[in-house]
């Protein structure tokens, strides 16, 4: 499995199933903090696009996705940040 951010095009999303996602559980054991923990996320990201730049450390590295109860990198994200 790896990382490819461009394979995100609208026409891909359209074909996904209702389940294909879902760090949160789905159904009738939907997590009830689902949608306080995604305004969230959106916030903390938004705040942090603000102020900083993240770049790669080690230029454009290759990252590789280990399947566990939550999804996290192999060798986490290598990153720089700068402050705008």
């Known amino acids: ?3 490819r ?7 891909f999303e359209e074909e996904l199933t209702d ?3 879902i760090p949160f559980g789905c159904g ?9 923990a995604r305004l969230e996320a959106t916030l903390v990201l938004a705040t942090i696009g603000q102020q900083w730049t993240l770049e790669w450390a080690d230029g454009d ?3 590789t996705i280990e399947p ?3 999804t996290q990198t192999k060798n986490g994200l290598p990153m720089r940040l700068r402050q705008r």
């Open 19 to 21: 389940h294909a996602f």
């Open 5 to 11: 951010p461009d394979r995100w095009t609208d026409d």
């Open 28 to 36: 009738r054991r939907t997590c009830i903090g689902r949608e306080f």
């Open 61 to 63: 590295p290759t990252i």
């Open 68 to 70: 566990e109860i939550t």
């Open 1 to 3: 499995m790896s990382f």
